[in-house]
């Protein structure tokens, strides 16, 4: 016997959206981490100190910037081929 099939239909359905929403804080998470990990390497070559240098942080908007519209853009095209993989069938 499945797992699933010891609850109602109500319960699975909340049991699934409790899934999704914790599936996406993990890939915001991810995302964060590698966000976090290769602009840090990119931009922060100085010493550390408690402020960033003008040009590191000119430098980390810019890498974090384009992080966010590279994702974007890929994120917009594999929703167009799954929507013309949908409307093909």
Known sequence: MDANQK???ATQRELQAF????QAKARVQATTHQLTD????KCVT????????????????NC???FLDTSLFIVKKLDEQRRSMQGGQ
Do not use: K, N, P
């Open 7 to 9: 609850f109602d239909e």
């Open 19 to 22: 899934i999704e929403q914790e």
């Open 46 to 61: 100085g010493s550390i100190s408690t402020r960033f240098s003008s040009s590191e942080a000119y430098c980390l908007q």
């Open 64 to 66: 974090v910037d384009r």
């Open 38 to 41: 290769m602009c840090w390497t």
